[in-house]
């Protein structure tokens, strides 16, 4: 069982990049997946997060930052635009199996980190580095 992430690097205020996380080992469907930030000095925050029924999104990033997948690909992605300093940070992809979750509560894992931590798997983060 693996996550790979790829995509980040340096870039200026304003600019963008499109994270990237292959998924192996396991039936990629059955799994919810989210992406998470931690930033020096810094607990790991969640960053957004998608199943079959939708999607969601911190609102520090909302309206900047777009989660999606590619169930053919196994992939999982995030597009970043608008980057500001302060998204500056490692940012790792992770799963957790839906039966962890209620249909579309989302929030109850990356957000509130209320779900078993065992069940997750995490890759093993990209580094997104904003500033002049």
């Known amino acids: 069982v693996q996550l790979v992430e790829s995509g980040g690097g340096s870039v200026q205020p304003g600019g963008s990049l499109r994270l990237s996380c292959v998924a192996s080992?396991?039936?990629?469907?059955?799994?919810?997946m989210g992406w998470f930030r931690q930033a020096p000095g810094k607990e790991r925050e969640g960053v957004a997060a998608?199943?079959?029924?939708?999607?969601s999104y911190a609102d520090s990033v909302k309206d900047r930052f777009t989660i999606s997948r590619d169930y053919d690909k196994n992939t999982l992605y995030l597009q970043m635009n608008g980057l500001k300093p302060e998204d500056t940070a490692m940012y790792y992809c992770?799963?957790?199996?839906?039966?962890?979750?209620?249909?579309?509560?989302?929030?109850?894992?990356?957000?509130?980190?209320?779900?078993?931590?065992?069940?997750?798997?995490w890759g093993q983060g990209t580094l997104v580095n904003v500033s002049t």
């Open positions: 998608m199943d079959s029924d939708g999607t």
């Open positions: 080992g396991y039936t990629y469907s059955t799994y919810t």
């Open positions: 992770a799963a957790v199996p839906s039966f962890a979750l209620s249909a579309g509560d989302l929030d109850s894992w990356y957000l509130t980190r209320q779900v078993d931590r065992r069940l997750e798997i």
